[in-house]
């Protein structure tokens, strides 16, 4: 009889020892805003993309990489994006700048009176937006899908502006179904983007957040012994 011998496998490796950190949202937990009726505006995509981002922009700074990112809705013009910076910026700066920048494409009109969203920071690259003209109501389902759409793609564009700017700041979308999670990996080097999501999961079992799946328990078969003459 020949025995094989079972190779173990490895763990997958990363090349790229650029990585700095991951912020991710917990798709369970998001839940708890569920609610049942259509909506006129969206509750939970703008919030929830903001978070994420300013804890991109968090590391990026911790890591002395100039890059600011946040997530900006215009419920009135409906759209929604993200408003990229090489310095940190307020709210109300980053409502201004979206609200400029739609100005100078064509989509407000210059006479529109908006002087309270004026900006004073000279550190702004740029803009990516999505249009949600063509929306007229929100679900939370389709919230969830808009949320892990923009993380995938929105992200995209807004990448590719930071490095048109020189600016070193990695970063890619990243969503485990089996972990209900969905983020953003950062990085302060180039790397393979197939790594992204081997990165997220190494970067969960190091915290302890990564569930495993319970072992099934096995059956021990009970033998009893009986006997037709007692």
Not at 32 to 49: A, D, Q
Not at 117 to 122: A, P, Q, R, V
Not at 198 to 211: A, H, M, S
Request: charged share 30%; proline share 3%.
């Amino acid at each position: 009889m020949t025995v094989r011998k079972i190779k173990k496998q490895l763990p997958p490796t990363l090349s790229n020892t650029g990585f700095i950190g991951a912020t991710f949202a917990d798709t369970n937990e998001l839940l708890t805003n569920e609610y049942h009726f259509s909506r006129k505006h969206m509750k939970i995509t703008h919030h929830v993309l903001d978070a994420l981002l300013q804890g991109v922009t968090h590391l990026f700074q911790q890591n002395r990489i100039e890059a600011a990112i946040s997530c900006v809705y215009l419920p009135k013009y409906k759209k929604i994006g993200l408003v990229l910076s090489k310095q940190p910026f307020g709210r109300r700066e980053g409502v201004g700048y979206f609200i400029n920048y739609l100005k100078e494409i064509g989509h407000i009109d210059w006479e529109e009176k908006t002087k309270e969203y004026e900006i004073h920071n000279t550190s702004f690259i740029g803009v990516i937006f999505a249009d949600l003209d063509k929306i007229s109501k929100f679900t939370f389902e389709f919230e969830l899908q808009l949320l892990s759409k923009f993380v995938k793609d929105l992200i995209i564009p807004a990448k590719e502006l930071f490095l048109q700017h020189h600016v070193k700041a990695y970063i890619s979308g990243v969503e485990n179904e089996d972990q209900h999670k969905v983020g953003f990996v950062l990085s302060i080097k180039p790397y393979d983007e197939r790594e992204a999501d081997l990165y997220f999961i190494e970067y969960l079992k190091e915290r302890g957040l990564y569930e495993e799946d319970e072992p099934e328990e096995e059956l021990i078969p009970i033998h009893t012994k009986w006997s037709l003459f007692k």
